[in-house]
């Protein structure tokens, strides 16, 4: 009975829901450090385990060691999903394999939590932290957050002033009053009233700015994390011209998502031997940001989301736990069984 009892309930965790934690800051203020949540794989549609050899509650290295794995590669299956009643909408909030970790089966690759801001065929442009989607401005996440730079009269901010408002991010950068905290814009209305605050400035970088550490890495697109695009997100069965400028945005999807081998020879695109000058995508994907818009690593930085990494839609915080707080307080009771939105 208790081995059956096992079966069935390793059956709903792999293809129905799953419980995650938050393990960091990239999704405040709408979720936070110690946030437990229910991921629900059937939104989607489950997916069927990719590397099926692998124990049970352990993701790539076995809980109770430092460094054996927690997986055989020695049996593969191709990525299929079974039926799901939604697609991914934008602004949904998806748990995926985070796409950089090259060395891992898809499955086995970390979970990754973000937002879901562009969806296949979205034409996507970040205008001074605004976001466009084929041209009309989206509606702003309530609780997003940025870096805010702030001058006071080189007394301190009021610690209880911030605990009350939820700032947990940033430090005193200067002996001379400035501050560098993440908040929401409602917190850093709220600081721009206090006495000792002399000025509050959002910290932005300038359109234009070529940024080497945003995707596409190409000084062909020179843009930043604020200022970013106009990018097209491919869709199954969409085509694209090729060519060794906008190669960049496309070398991984060939060859490390689609498996075909990519070749750029002088100025001309090869693909499985042959010359390319289109590609037609095999798979979905997904430009996904974080709400910390200053402390998330995301899409920006890293490029899109196949839909074969993609794992489930949070929906519910079950619990959540403050780390920090005294014993009497670690229970965040007004978040528990609270929905994601």
């Known amino acids: 009975s208790v081995f059956y009892a096992f079966l069935i309930f390793l059956f709903i965790r792999t293809f129905f829901f799953e419980a995650f934690t938050i393990p960091t800051s990239s999704m405040e203020k709408s979720l936070l450090i110690g946030d437990y949540v229910i991921v629900n794989k059937a939104a989607y549609g489950g997916r069927i385990p990719m590397t099926p050899l692998s124990f049970p509650f352990s993701h790539q290295i076995l809980s109770f060691t430092k460094n054996t794995s927690s997986y055989l590669d020695w049996i593969k299956i191709p990525y299929f999903r079974i039926w799901g009643y939604s697609e991914i909408k934008r602004n949904d909030v998806v748990v995926f394999n985070y796409p950089k970790e090259d060395d891992f089966p898809v499955d086995q690759k970390t979970h990754f939590i973000k937002r879901c801001i562009a969806i296949p065929g979205d034409t996507l442009l970040i205008t001074d932290r605004d976001i466009y989607i084929d041209k009309r401005k989206t509606a702003p996440v309530e609780n997003a957050a940025f870096n805010y730079i702030i001058q006071t009269d080189s007394t301190h901010l009021d610690s209880n002033v911030m605990d009350k408002l939820g700032i947990t991010e940033g430090a005193k950068i200067s002996n001379y009053g400035h501050y560098s905290l993440f908040m929401t814009q409602a917190s850093a209305d709220s ?5 000792n605050v002399k000025s509050i400035k959002i910290n932005s970088e300038k359109p234009g700015d070529y940024a080497d550490y945003v995707f596409p890495h190409s000084e062909n697109y020179p843009w930043n994390a604020d200022n970013y695009g106009p990018l097209v997100i491919p ?7 090729i060519n060794t400028i906008n190669i960049h945005l496309y070398d991984k999807i ?11 020879v002088n100025d001309t695109v090869y693909i499985n031997g042959k010359i390319a000058s289109y590609y037609v995508f095999k798979m979905n994907y997904y430009f996904m940001m974080g709400d910390s818009r200053h402390m998330s690593e995301d899409s920006r930085f890293w490029g899109f989301v196949p839909e074969d ?14 780390k920090a707080a005294s014993w009497t307080d670690k229970i965040r009771w007004n978040r528990c069984f609270k929905r994601v939105k």
């Open 309 to 322: 990494h993609i794992v489930g839609k949070a929906s519910l915080i079950i619990l959540s736990v403050d």
């Open 235 to 241: 869709g199954k069965g969409d085509s694209v011209l």
């Open 191 to 195: 600081i721009s009233k206090l006495k």
């Open 254 to 264: 060939i060859s490390a998502y689609e498996k075909n081998i990519l070749k750029v």
